[in-house]
T-cell receptor, first 115, second 113 residues
């Protein structure tokens, strides 16, 4: 069964350092999502891609976060510099297309700890 | 703005018990309502998705219902097992505006052997 892949699974970094997360969606899925989940909360959308284009990044803190999906396949989310408040689970999801009739499939997540 | 609430935040039951998890949402204008399972430190696994035109969905021992008029959904788990222990999240997909999944904070379920 096809799955969304994410790496690394765990990352510990010091504040002010740069960190990057990678996501490989299910093959053929045009829509890719990055979510942030703070402990004890539900996930919140950071950015949504349709192919290589950003559809929604309204909740992405653009002063320190960046995301790209250059070839419309895999994606990288970067934080520079990391802050203590960035400690969270970063989840990637994909769906065949955007819209309400397509289910999102989530990856295992990357647990970030900023010290 | 759509808000999703899940009560209780945590629930502990003995094995074999039937149980109900609750999810409420403030705006009935939704496309669908989805239930997820999340094991500690892991990603989300989709359990059931109910379209706005549907009243319920079933998968094995799980049954989810949707009442848009009252802004409520329930997840019924029959004959609970220790392996059901996890956090259960519901998410609503609002119509209009930003069509982004809005998640509740989840209910942490512990099934004791």
């Amino acid at each position: 069964e096809a799955e969304v892949a994410q790496s690394p699974r765990y990352k510990i970094t010091e504040k002010s350092q740069a960190v990057a997360f990678w996501c490989d969606p299910i093959s053929g899925h045009a829509t890719l999502y990055w979510y942030r989940q703070i402990l004890g909360q539900g996930p919140e959308l950071l950015v949504q891609f349709q192919d290589e284009s950003v559809v929604d990044d309204s909740q992405l803190p653009k002063d320190r976060f960046s995301a790209e999906r250059l070839k419309g396949v895999d994606s990288t989310l970067k934080i520079q510099p990391a802050e203590l408040g960035d400690s969270a689970m970063y989840l990637c999801a994909s769906s065949p297309q955007a819209g309400p009739f397509y289910e999102q499939y989530f990856g295992p997540g990357t647990r970030l700890t900023v010290t | 703005k759509q808000e999703v609430t899940q009560i209780p935040a945590a629930l502990s039951v003995p094995e074999g018990e039937n149980l109900v998890l609750n999810c409420s949402f403030t705006d009935s204008a939704i496309y669908n309502l989805q239930w997820f399972r999340q094991d500690p430190g892991k990603g989300l696994t989709s359990l059931l998705l109910i379209q706005s035109s549907q009243r319920e969905q079933t998968s094995g021992r799980l049954n989810a219902s949707l009442d848009k008029s009252s802004g409520r959904s329930t997840l019924y788990i029959a004959a609970s097992q220790p392996g059901d222990s996890a956090t259960y999240l519901c998410a609503a997909l609002p119509q209009g505006g930003s069509e982004k999944l809005v998640f509740g904070k989840g209910t942490k379920l512990t099934v004791n052997p």
